[in-house]
């Protein structure tokens, strides 16, 4: 897939989610010029240990995005047993496509070009309260989930704190599941985009008297205009 493409693809992706938000995670593009890099914000998932919390990562994505999958690195501080120590997530659907004997992963398990941000995001809640222990990216946080749960559930508090302190607080994080009004917010701005558009409300910016003026224009059969340039093509034409 060309650079052109992907591009394309990562801006239908992000208006997606912004019409049609997925609850606990809101994506941010920081550099207009550079689809590639992707800001994400997720929220805790309630009733996990990370709920309360607020953590910042960031999602790089490949040229050839979607035939090889994005990666997915925590900015915020991160205890999980499949976050290596450098905040990069290790989950099965990020793993390039294809079969890998040694994880002993099914190339359905693996990255899809059908998958998307949202996808990779719903993967990650599942991670934080289903931690995958059969080769985890953190051996420290691994053996202490399964042997100290008391001193993990401690460590857990204090990246919740320290993630917080660093959230300022200027994105939103949507709520559509557990939210009426969001969800009635967000149908409506589906059904809005996906409502037919008159020629009129074109001119709804503008004013009634552009509206009136083109109506004239139309009915008086004024083509003036094509009729000029259609005489300079001839012109350039017969050069």
Sequence with gaps: MSDAAAAKLLQQQFKKLMTDPVEGFAPEIPDDSNLYNWRIYLEGPKDTMYEGGVFQLNMAFPRDYPMAPPELRFISDFWHPNVFADGKVCISILHPPGEDEMSGERPEERWLPTQSVATIMLSVVSMLNDPNFSS???????????????????????????????????????????????????????????????????????????????????????????????EEDDDEGSD
């Design 136 to 230: 985890p990216a953190n051996v420290d946080a691994s053996v202490q989930w399964r042997k100290d749960m008391p001193g993990y559930k401690r460590k857990i508090k204090e990246i919740i704190a320290k993630a917080n302190a660093e959230f300022d607080g200027h994105i939103k994080i949507p709520h559509p599941d557990t939210n009426e009004d969001e969800r009635a917010k967000a149908i409506e701005r589906i059904k809005e985009l996906n409502k037919p558009m008159d020629l009129y409300d074109e001119f709804d910016d503008y004013g009634d008297d552009a509206e009136e003026d083109f109506e004239d224009d139309f009915e008086d059969g004024d083509d003036d205009d094509f009729e000029d340039g259609d």
